[in-house]
């Protein structure tokens, strides 16, 4: 599956996003958990795409419940976002991801536009329509409820473009 970026005229493929997220994560300091959780924390869709059990796995390696070094932290998380990453995204890795994103906007919507965005949504899962506008629509909503830790998210970033 092709993906266009926002700033680029050029497909994205799997493996430009791939590469993108691991050089993110080399540069990463072994040594602070602060960076790990803010490098999940603005994938965390991304990654959902790729596979959404993986996530919860390095969500909860980010979560240290069991109060590992900063250095463990980071070796388990690499371990599973290798693994998470070399699954191509799919229509319904997508649309989970869209109905995860949408949940966020279902109470500041009035019924009709619940009933638009799940027919949206319904509708890229029948592939009737694209990635591209059902992302347009949420990215909308996100700045127009200021749902800013969603403005942050790379998903947006790599599937959604600006239309001229």
Known sequence: MHVLGKHSQEPLSHKNIHDYVMNNFSR??????????????????????????????LRDIVANHEMLSPQILHENYEITLKNTMKKEPTIKTHHYVLLKLFGHFK??????????????????????????????????????????????????????????
């Open 107 to 164: 109470n500041d919507l009035n019924d009709e536009e619940n009933k638009i965005m799940l027919k949206k949504l319904n509708a890229f899962k029948e592939n009737k329509e694209t990635l591209n506008n059902v992302l347009l629509l949420l990215e909308d909503l996100t700045r127009k409820f200021q749902k800013t830790h969603l403005v942050r998210q790379t998903y947006f970033l790599f599937y959604a473009k600006v239309e001229n």
């Open 28 to 57: 990463l300091d072994k040594h602070n958990i602060d960076e790990l959780v803010h490098f999940h924390s603005i994938n965390k869709y991304l990654l959902m795409a790729h596979d959404r059990i993986d996530t919860h796995t």
